[in-house]
């Protein structure tokens, strides 16, 4: 029996390579094909040239008045060039790298060309002879992001035999009060106007539809994931001892502020329960989270299981371990290191001591993820930083003990839509309050050519004693230019300050040499720190209270704000600079963004608003979920809709048993019996 699950190769004419090529861009039943919807369409009805603007995308139809030209110009490049009497008046068509194109058009024949109009010179460059087939006068035609094994047309012609043969098969999953409510399109209908919408308006509603079937869906199995998680028995009951908790915290050097208490109970309570801890603990730069996650470790440790932190560099790691294992000595709590560049024997030694349960907690980057490390009772891990480590080398981490409890801590914050989308599946944590006495960062924005009032400040600060850092990023192309860029600086300030102490920090010195500068900085037998960005993340250096940051206009807000929060960690009032003479009206943006606020929370709106979302977390490694259809920003209200009607669902009927909730389930169904086929 045909069935949406059926694999491509059921169509005909897919065979092997056609399947390989379909599998490159996620398809590979005919279900996916149906929902692989276009990115853009071209408006294809044909068009009088009367009434196009300059630069307009348009079809035009005529008749070709002469022989053709086909010119080419070095080896890969070449030109066709036709003249076509449209209506009255002969235009001339330029196509170019489609050679091809020559002997499929005939002299005094008539064609259809989709191209870009210039009004000025009455021409048109073309992109595309349009084919009988697309139908000429009434179309939008759908473009499709593919890849260079499958062409748009196979692709098309493929959706549309599939929609032929399957389009009886297309349920309905967003239940049918939700569907009323929203003025919804019924999904048989959505598949075909997103494929073949007869003009803008319905592409525009079946998009709506489809946009927020998408959303749904995403926020269904968000939900499902949570519920599985609270499940009792799934995860570790970790029984931890409140007295020596206590009296851990009286050993601090600091009141714990309310925030830091309120999450700490918060993770330990869910520590706690049976089930399996997914939790985020989110807090603006310098807000105190390490100290968060070191009473978490401890927690874990007096329940009788061993705890890790995972961070992403060795740096961070030597870091954490010095200032941790001081930290829980009083304790008696072993705490180990394990990074990539540890001696051998030194590496035999703390994977032994991990495997028989004698280090108690274990600091590391990714070498805690590898298949020789062995924990004897895994039963916390928290991952620094989780934005950049792959969603795979979280669950490795995970797989590695008996499903320890995870937090995931992370000094980027995240706007609400996002964090929706991205941890939906998450409880999460906020420090929303910093240590009292802090005062905001004195920031201020200064042309390349007002440096010398920056130098003025700088020494007023070292003569009270204070330390800076003077940041310049990475921007030439070649590491060998930047880091002359940053030894002339360096240079620079070691003439102007002939009485302290600068040192260089880059990437390219080696791990000890970078450990060694950054030991002698927090020990402040260097008071001016020049270095490329290998400060951004979690330098603690409370002494040092001025930043100042050249090429500002090169970094983007929260890396800006991530650097800036590397002063201010104590209770002088620190200063920001910022240098830079920003070319456009983004960057400008970013500067004024950053002189008005030093709140984490409202940067990180304002650079979803500037830049998107894909950008805020770089790469694909942000964990942020591919939409194919919605936009997470711009259906930011619908992206709320969909959440709050899933959790709704999901707390009045987790089981799913509800006639209007069938859809839903067997949607998960289907992708849970995937998963397990392509794992
Ligand atoms: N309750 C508190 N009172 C006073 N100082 C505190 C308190 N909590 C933490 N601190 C200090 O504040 C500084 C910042 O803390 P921490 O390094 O944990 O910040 P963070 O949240 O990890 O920030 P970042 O993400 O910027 O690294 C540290 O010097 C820490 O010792």
């Given at each position: ?7 491509v ?26 929902f692989?919807f ?5 408006d ?14 348009v ?8 022989p053709?030209v086909?010119s080419r110009?070095?080896?890969?490049r ?17 196509f170019?790298?489609?050679p ?22 009455h021409?048109l ?20 992001s ?11 012609d493929?959706?549309h ?11 309905e999953?967003?239940?049918d ?12 209908t ?17 998009r ?7 959303l749904?869906?995403?926020e ?9 998680n ?8 970790l029984d ?9 915290i ?6 714990l502020?309310s ?9 330990c ?11 985020l603990?989110?807090?603006?730069v ?5 100290i968060v ?5 401890f927690?874990?440790?007096?329940a ?6 995972m961070?992403p560099t060795?740096?961070?790691a ?5 200032k941790?294992a ?15 560049s ?13 495997e ?13 993820i ?9 039963g ?13 080398q ?13 937090l995931m ?8 839509t ?9 409880d ?14 004195a920031?201020?924005?200064l ?14 600060q070292?003569?009270t004693?204070?330390?800076a850092?003077?940041?310049?990023p ?14 002339d ?20 010195l080696?791990?000890q040499e ?5 030991g ?6 260097v008071q001016?720190l020049?270095?490329t960005?290998?400060?951004e993340v ?7 209270n ?13 890396q800006?704000?991530?650097l ?29 963004a950053?002189v008005k606020?030093?709140?984490?929370f409202?940067?990180a709106?304002?650079?979803l608003?500037l ?5 805020v977390?770089g790469d694909e ?25 899933a ?16 859809g839903?389930?067997?949607?998960l ?11």
């Amino acid at each position: 029996m045909a069935s949406l699950m059926d694999a491509v190769t059921m169509l005909p004419s897919v065979g092997p390579k056609r399947e390989s090529a379909l599998r490159q861009l996620g398809i590979v039943t005919v279900g996916d094909l149906l929902f692989y919807f276009p990115f853009r369409y071209d408006d294809i009805r044909t068009r009088s040239w009367q009434e196009l603007g300059d630069g307009e995308k348009v079809t035009l139809k005529g008749t070709v008045i002469a022989p053709l030209v086909l010119s080419r110009f070095g080896r890969n490049r070449n030109r066709l060039s036709l003249r076509l009497l449209v209506e009255d008046l002969p235009i001339v068509v330029t196509f170019f790298n489609q050679p091809w194109l020559k002997d499929k058009i005939e002299e005094n024949s008539e064609v259809a060309v989709f191209g870009t109009w210039n009004a000025k010179r009455h021409s048109l460059a073309g992109q595309r002879l349009i084919a009988q087939a697309d139908g000429g006068d009434a179309g939008m035609s759908p473009i499709y992001s593919v890849n260079k094994n499958i062409r748009q047309r196979t692709l098309v012609d493929l959706i549309h035999t599939a929609y032929e043969k399957y389009h009886g098969l297309l349920r309905e999953v967003v239940p049918d009060s939700l569907r009323t409510h929203y003025r919804l399109e019924p999904t048989e209908t959505v598949v075909h106007n997103m494929h073949f919408p007869k003009n803008g308006e319905e592409a525009r509603l079946a998009r709506r539809s489809a946009a927020f079937r998408e959303l749904f869906l995403f926020e269904c199995r968000m939900q499902s994931l949570r519920r599985d998680n609270n499940q009792v028995d799934a995860g570790l009951a970790l029984d931890y001892d409140l007295t020596a908790m206590r009296e851990f915290i009286k050993t601090l050097p600091f009141e714990l502020t309310s925030a830091q208490k309120r999450v700490v109970n918060e993770i330990c309570a869910d520590m706690k329960r049976a089930h399996h801890m997914n939790r985020l603990l989110q807090g603006d730069v310098g807000s105190g989270k390490t100290i968060v996650a070191v009473l978490a470790l401890f927690a874990a440790v007096t329940a009788g299981y061993q705890a890790a932190l995972m961070v992403p560099t060795e740096i961070l790691a030597e870091q954490h371990y010095t200032k941790i294992a001081k930290l829980l000595a009083p304790m008696h709590v072993t705490v180990g290191i394990l990074t990539g560049s540890l001696n051998a024997s030194d590496r035999a030694h703390a994977l032994h001591d991990i495997e028989t349960g004698r280090m108690n907690v274990i600091i590391g980057t990714h070498a805690l993820i590898q298949d020789t490390v062995k924990f004897a009772k895994l039963g916390l891990a928290i991952i620094d930083e989780q934005h950049r480590f792959g969603v795979n080398q979280r669950r490795a981490l995970r797989q590695k003990g008996i499903n320890p409890d995870v937090l995931m801590m992370t000094a980027t914050p995240i706007p609400r839509t996002l964090a929706i989308t991205t941890y939906g599946e998450m409880d999460v944590s906020t420090i929303d309050e910093l240590p009292a006495g802090r005062q905001p960062i004195a920031t201020t924005w200064l042309k390349s050519n007002q440096t010398g009032r920056v130098l003025t400040q700088l020494k007023t600060q070292l003569a009270t004693g204070a330390q800076a850092y003077v940041v310049t990023p990475l921007i030439a192309e070649s590491e060998a230019v930047d880091l002359r860029n940053a030894e002339d600086l360096y240079e620079r300030m070691q003439r102007a300050l002939p009485e302290y102490h600068v040192a260089l920090l880059h990437g390219q010195l080696k791990n000890q040499e970078k450990n060694a500068i950054m030991g002698a900085f927090s020990r402040n037998e260097v008071q001016v720190l020049v270095a490329t960005t290998v400060v951004e993340v979690g330098m603690d250096v409370p002494n040092a209270n001025m930043m100042i940051i050249f090429d500002a206009d090169r970094f983007g807000l929260s890396q800006l704000h991530q650097l800036r929060g590397r002063v201010g960690r104590g209770n002088q009032q620190a200063f920001c600079y910022l240098i830079a003479d920003p070319k456009n009206q983004v960057a400008i943006a970013r500067m004024e963004a950053m002189v008005k606020t030093t709140d984490g929370f409202v940067l990180a709106e304002k650079d979803l608003q500037l830049r998107g979302p894909g950008d805020v977390f770089g790469d694909e490694q942000s964990g942020l979920p591919h939409f194919n259809v919605a936009d997470p920003v711009g259906d930011s209200a619908m992206l709320e809709v969909a959440h709050d009607a899933a959790k709704e669902i999901f707390q009045d009927d987790p089981s799913l048993a509800a006639p209007d909730h069938t859809g839903i389930a067997s949607y998960l169904a289907e992708l849970k019996k995937r998963n397990q086929y392509f794992d």
